[in-house]
């Protein structure tokens, strides 16, 4: 993992220094010379872009083959495995819900924890929780243990947490849905 945050970091050094020299030159140019930068810019971009998101998708399908997952994809990329089904409700948009959960990065890691920082509460379809996990949440009954794997854009993105999910982390939730109120 840390040969991978290493990589990351340098290719964002790039990427900013890149941006810094591209804005620099956009500021002295006239405008039709500042958009020709900006276009030529936009393609080195992408392209370090789809690298980034072609490692990820490898390293969760790696991840996935050698735990023997039976994992479903959705559009977005949020790999998802209910492996116990409960009998209570399915959950609903606007209710409270509480989670057991413990999150690891792709690498085992173990980032949190229900038995030492509580259970996960939070009303479904606020927000203010990661976007693969409320897409996750909405597939389940309460009771229900699943398994998601939420690729960095679906979880805390470029910057992390600010806390101990460090940037461009992908997230592997185990949860069990406890309560919704």
């Not at 038995?115 to 996750?136: C, P, S, Y």
């Not at 679906?154 to 185990?174: C, E, N, S, W």
Request: glycine fraction near 8%; aromatic fraction near 8%.
């Amino acid at each position: 993992m840390k040969c991978i945050f290493v990589k990351c970091l340098i290719i964002s050094n790039i990427i900013c220094i890149f941006l810094f020299t591209a804005c620099d030159s956009a500021i002295t140019q006239k405008p039709e010379q500042a958009s020709h930068s900006e276009e030529t810019l936009k393609e080195p971009l992408e392209k370090v872009n789809r690298y980034l998101l072609k490692k990820e998708n490898e390293e969760i399908n790696n991840l996935v083959k050698r735990y023997n997952w039976n994992m479903e994809t959705s559009k977005t990329g949020l790999r998802s495995m209910i492996y116990y089904k409960g009998t209570g409700e399915p959950v609903k948009r606007g209710r409270l819900v509480s989670l057991k959960h413990t999150v690891k990065l792709i690498d085992g890691t173990l980032v949190y924890d229900y038995r030492t920082d509580g259970l996960k509460q939070f009303i479904v379809g606020r927000g203010g929780v990661e976007a693969g996990l409320e897409e996750g949440i909405l597939m389940l009954k309460v009771g229900d243990k699943a398994k998601f794997i939420l690729p960095s854009h679906l979880g805390f993105g470029l910057l992390g947490d600010d806390d101990r999910i460090p940037p461009k982390a992908t997230l592997v939730y185990d949860i069990e849905v406890v309560t919704m109120d």
